[in-house]
């Protein structure tokens, strides 16, 4: 069965700082990844989706990037904002389900 | 399209009540998923439906969880009895085959507490 990890599972960073979320997972044969943004007491929004054939995505400030063979993706986040203030979860495609990490709970200080 | 719909948002129940979710995926998706996301065990796959037939369904933490897709349109999560234990934000999902582009889409979630 698919394992996903994220880390950090808490992050705190100052306004205006680029930062990194990591994602692992334990089985590469994946159909995508994607990575969702969840805020308090709500549902979640899916922020980037990775093919298996790509190597990264980019929405804006965030870019994403997928290494299959070693089983990891990375968030990154640039210029950092109050409003980027949410849990970040990252999930990976298998052949018909999708199984999901624990999520990093980011705090951007004004 | 109206996206994933589900229903009811907010639920309060009774220990031994049961307790039906429900959902509508968004339409022409052929996949649609039930999560279930506690503070403790984060969010959990109960079960997957492909076309309306159920996948796999070894998430289902127990005999009181059912899930059906009577159609293409509409699916059920029901609880029988309830217990506190299962006081959690149930969410639905629904995506296109499971190709490499295919986004899954959540609904709003169900909100239960069982007291």
């Known amino acids: 069965k698919q394992e996903v990890t994220q880390i950090p599972a808490a992050l705190s960073v100052p306004e205006g700082e680029n930062l990194v979320l990591n994602c692992s997972f334990t089985?590469?044969?994946?159909?995508?990844l994607q990575w969702f943004r969840q805020d308090p007491g709500k549902g979640l929004t899916s922020l980037l989706l990775i093919q298996s054939s790509q190597r990264e995505q980019t929405s804006g400030r965030l870019n994403a990037s997928l290494d299959k063979s070693s089983g990891r993706s990375t968030l990154y986040i640039a210029a950092s904002q109050p409003g980027d203030s949410a849990t970040y979860l990252c999930?990976?495609?298998?052949?018909?389900?999708?199984?999901f990490g624990a999520g990093t709970r980011l705090t951007v200080k004004p | 399209d109206a996206g994933v719909i589900q229903s009811p948002r907010h639920e309060v129940t009774e220990m031994g009540q049961e307790v039906t979710l429900r959902c509508k995926p968004i339409?022409?998706?052929?996949?649609l998923f039930w999560y279930r996301q506690t503070m403790m065990r984060g969010l959990e796959l109960l079960i997957y439906f492909n076309n309306n037939v159920p996948i796999d369904d070894s998430g289902m933490p127990e005999d009181r969880f059912s899930a059906k897709m009577p159609n293409a349109s509409f699916s059920t999560l029901k609880i029988q009895p309830s217990e506190p234990r299962d006081s959690a934000v149930y969410f639905c999902a629904s995506s296109l085959a499971s190709g490499a582009g295919n986004t899954i889409y959540f609904g709003e979630g169900s909100w239960l507490t069982v007291v």
């Open positions: 089985d590469s044969a994946i159909y995508n």
């Open positions: 999930a990976v495609r298998g052949m018909g389900d999708m199984r």
């Open positions: 339409s022409g998706h052929d996949y």
